[in-house]
């Protein structure tokens, strides 16, 4: 099988936003892996499925794959590999995703002992490990651990050239955290740095430009500037459909376009964001 033309054809999917074709796309894709034995191709097409289904909110068909390809892996005894690893990473992610937390810490954990083991101190890898486990431990509570990770992924990427798209990221889950833990300040200017970032892409935006966007209409939320907040939070919403479709993540940015809407006393219009983050729900189940 042809990997490289597979991811040719799915990145073109995604550059036209012909997000209907992917899921059917991947399937098919993955079927003539498996009929042909083409293991490698089957493991890189399982990854791509366990992305698209975790951005989509499909979880059922997350843990499927999951289980299947890290199953497969074992069975080929690359279960001490970078690859496994990479795959651990994913699966962890989709877990977390889907609130399965203790599952997700345990993946995250295995991916990390084996990049301890393969990997180089100050790999660019571990900045993305640090930077997903930084979030599950904040959903856990964990706000001062999930902080020091945060920096510790900073510190990795700032030193890596054309790694602009991945210091935003950083900084704004960064910000995010310190909203969550009232440091206001510190929030505020870490979101321009990250913001700064995005913006300077002439054009281009980054499929996590929507997370700093939500993180602004937090901080002039925070700060009672309620028009610039509800903006933020649409153009979010617009980035967000763009990328991934009307998921989960567009639901919960609705029902904040809502909170916003009843500050501003616009609840005709609140009311009718409540209405679509209802719908996107009773969607995706």
Do not use: W
Request: hydrophobic share 40%; aromatic share 12%; proline share 1%.
């Amino acid at each position: 099988m042809d990997i490289e033309e597979f991811f040719r054809q799915l990145d073109e999917y995604f550059q036209k936003n012909e997000l209907d074709k992917v899921e059917p796309y991947l399937t098919e894709s993955l079927e003539k892996a498996k009929e042909t034995e083409d293991y490698a191709a089957y493991i890189a097409i399982g990854n791509e499925m366990i992305g698209f289904y975790r951005s989509v909110s499909k979880f059922r068909q997350a843990f499927i794959i999951i289980e299947d390809v890290l199953l497969l892996m074992e069975e080929l005894r690359l279960d001490g590999s970078e690859h496994f690893a990479t795959t651990l990473l994913n699966a962890a992610t989709a877990y977390r995703a889907a609130g399965e937390m203790k599952q997700a810490y345990r993946y995250y954990q295995q991916a990390l002992q084996i990049y301890k083991g393969l990997l180089p101190e100050g790999d660019y890898r571990f900045a993305g490990l640090y930077n997903n486990m930084s979030i599950l431990l904040e959903q856990m509570g964990e706000n001062e651990e999930a902080a020091k990770l945060l920096r510790m992924a900073l510190g990795i990427v700032e030193k890596l050239p054309d790694a602009k798209a991945e210091q935003a990221t950083t900084l704004t889950n960064l910000a995010l955290l310190y909203f969550k833990m009232e440091k206001t300040k510190e929030a505020t200017d870490t979101l321009k740095k990250a913001l700064q970032i995005f913006e300077e892409g002439e054009g281009e935006t980054d499929a996590h430009y929507s997370a700093a966007l939500a993180g602004a209409g937090e901080a002039y939320y925070r700060m009672g500037d309620y028009k610039n907040s509800l903006a933020s939070y649409e153009k979010a919403l617009s980035e967000v459909k763009k990328h991934f479709g009307e998921n989960q993540s567009y639901a919960l940015l609705c029902e904040n376009c809502a909170a916003v809407c009843s500050c501003l006393k616009e609840e005709e219009k609140a009311e009718e964001y409540r209405n679509k983050a209802q719908s996107v729900y009773n969607e995706i189940g």
